[in-house]
Antibody, heavy 116, light 105 residues
Framework: VQLLQSGGGLIEPGGSLRLYCAAS????????MTWVRQAPGKGLEWVST???????HYADSVRGRFTVSRDKSKNMLYLQMNSLRGEDTAFYYC???????????WGQGILVTVSS | DIQLTQSPSFLSASVGDRVTITCRAS??????LAWYQKKPGTAPKLLIY???ALQSGVPSRFSGSGSETEFTLTITSLQSEDFAEYYC?????????FGGGTKVE
């Protein structure tokens, strides 16, 4: 199992950024996928989940600004982040979601910095 | 939303010590709880799922117990590589939530 992330970087407040997570080594279409973030000096925060039936869930802090999606034909997970704020600055991780068995595989993480 | 309260927030320990971390849920979550280890610069690592099931490849010195609202992670005989932050997470209902973390130093 491998989850390879890309797409982070420095963005000004109010801007948009898209994160990518390329999955391999497992049946991507059969699992939910999740985004988790960790702001500098803070704890882990669940951001969003897309279920294997494409149902989506969001934390209140990002609902209406972030959109999670997946392309099962490409084994790709995405996080579209709009109207970015300083408090969105964090390392973002994608994870394979085994439901009540936890998040068993993680991407390497990618830094998003929102600053002018 | 389900709140998870971890204690202690910081724990000073030595190699060989037995370490216990507690996680309390604001409402019953059955056994839908996981524990993760987080080291700086690396992704979180799943240690325990379903409150007490050891993730494949995780050393047997790690164990979990509890149900509904009270859970514990125990490390018997702490090793040097175990100095890290530990987080509990509830997987019972959305929004999924993490505890505030415990730093073992």
């Amino acid at each position: 199992v491998q989850l390879l992330q890309s797409g982070g970087g420095l963005i000004e407040p109010g801007g948009s950024l898209r994160l990518y997570c390329a999955a391999s080594g497992f049946k991507f279409s059969g699992y939910a996928m999740t985004w988790v973030r960790q702001a500098p000096g803070k704890g882990l925060e669940w951001v969003s989940t897309v279920s294997n039936d494409d149902t989506t869930h969001y934390a209140d802090s990002v609902r209406g600004r972030f959109t999670v999606s997946r392309d099962k034909s490409k084994n790709m997970l995405y996080l579209q982040m709009n109207s970015l704020r300083g408090e969105d600055t964090a390392f973002y991780y994608c994870a394979k979601d085994a439901a009540v068995a936890g998040f068993d595989y993680w991407g390497q993480g990618i830094l998003v910095t929102v600053s002018s | 939303d389900i709140q998870l309260t971890q204690s202690p927030s910081f724990l000073s320990a030595s190699v060989g010590d037995r370490v216990t971390i507690t996680c309390r849920a604001s409402q019953g979550i059955s056994s839908h709880l996981a524990w993760y280890q987080k080291k700086p610069g690396t992704a979180p690592k799943l240690l325990i799922y379903a409150a007490s099931a050891l993730q494949s490849g995780v050393p047997s010195r790690f164990s979990g117990s509890g149900s509904e609202t009270e859970f514990t992670l125990t490390i018997t005989s702490l090793q040097s590589e175990d100095f890290a932050e530990y987080y509990c997470q509830q997987l019972n209902s959305f929004p999924l939530t993490f505890g505030g973390g415990t730093k073992v130093e």
